[in-house]
Each structure stands twice: as structure tokens, then as C-alpha cells.
């Protein structure tokens, strides 16, 4: 059982940053499950990122619900089985907004492994709540583009999309 936070993680010189990093995970002979969570921020001229992300791994082969303590710091570790007996490792984020040379985007998301069609290996990214804009400001832009939901697989022949949602001019 391990339990931290105030964790910060700055990847290729401070391109990528997780700052005020908190988690617990757990390792028993079945497997490993945890969660990191914390704050992401983009060191790139020209653009930014921010938002709240969670990354989660799960290969017990069954679901954990368990409080961890060590000190005065407690975690919860609550995680569902995964569909397989591999487990999962995902990264889930909430409003997370990019600015690109003037594009905004925000959005929840969920990104995970995933097995294709014909038994291969495969990304699955679902989006809620997308939002993004060009030109004009962030709360009023020239274009606005609005997703409900949107589910993308990548494969290694290619990408399979749906997608629902509404563009404002």
C-alpha cells in the first residue's frame, strides 16, 4: 500500500507538468491498482493546457474499494474490474481546456487501451462535453463548434469515429 501526495512531475524540461500530484496504490499478488490524479500544464510558446487528470490502472482482475492511510494523509482507492483479465490503464480528464494558436478547446475525456475487432491492440478516446472556437474570444468565438459526445478507436489500419454535436457561426 502506498500513499502520496504534493507529488510534482515535470517531463522533457518542463514541456509537460503535473503539479500538486496526489494517489495511492495497492500491490498484491494478483496485480497492481492505482490512481495518480492532479494538475497538467503546458510549457509551449503559443500554447497551453490546463485541467484536472486522473490516471488509472487496474490489473487485479477485480474491483478494489479500499482506504489507505499513511500519516495523516487517507486515500480512497476505488476502481472497477476490468473487462478483461489484462485489467485496464486509462487517463480521464475533466474540463480540460487547450489554447492553440487560437484555437480553444475544453472538454471531458476518457482514454484507454482497448482490444480491436480482429484481436488486435487498440486506443479508445471519448469525449463529453466538447467545446471549441476559432478567432473571437473564448466565450465568443468567430466559430463555435459544440460535441455531446464523441467516440474515437484507433486501430493500426485506421480510425473509426461517431460523433454528435452542433457548430455555431
Given at each position: 500500500r502506498i500513499v502520496f501526495s504534493g507529488v510534482k512531475l515535470d517531463l522533457a524540461d518542463g514541456l509537460l507538468t503535473l503539479g500538486?500530484?496526489?494517489?495511492?496504490f495497492l500491490i498484491t499478488g494478483n496485480g497492481i491498482a492505482g490512481i495518480l490524479s492532479g494538475t497538467v500544464s503546458l510549457g509551449v510558446s503559443g500554447a497551453s493546457v490546463s485541467g484536472a487528470l486522473q490516471v488509472e490502472i487496474n490489473t487485479t482482475g477485480s474491483a478494489v474499494n479500499e482506504t489507505i492511510s499513511l500519516g495523516n494523509t487517507t486515500s480512497d482507492l476505488v476502481l472497477?474490474?476490468?473487462?478483461?483479465?489484462?485489467?485496464?490503464?486509462?487517463?480521464?480528464?475533466?474540463?480540460?481546456?487547450?489554447?492553440?494558436?487560437?484555437?480553444?478547446?475544453q472538454a471531458d475525456f476518457i482514454i484507454s487501451s482497448a482490444t480491436a475487432p480482429d484481436g488486435g491492440a487498440a486506443l479508445e478516446v471519448q469525449a463529453s462535453?466538447?467545446?471549441?472556437?476559432?478567432?473571437?474570444?473564448?466565450?465568443s468565438p468567430i466559430v463555435g463548434v459544440n460535441?455531446?459526445?464523441?467516440?474515437?478507436?484507433?486501430?493500426s489500419t485506421g480510425v473509426a469515429a461517431t460523433v454528435a454535436g452542433s457548430t455555431t457561426v
Open positions: 500538486d500530484g496526489s494517489g495511492a472497477e474490474a476490468g473487462e478483461n483479465l489484462e485489467g485496464y490503464f486509462r487517463v480521464t480528464g475533466e474540463e480540460v481546456s487547450l489554447d492553440l494558436a487560437g484555437l480553444g478547446m462535453n466538447l467545446s471549441f472556437g476559432l478567432g473571437g474570444s473564448a466565450d460535441v455531446a459526445q464523441a467516440a474515437f478507436l484507433f486501430l
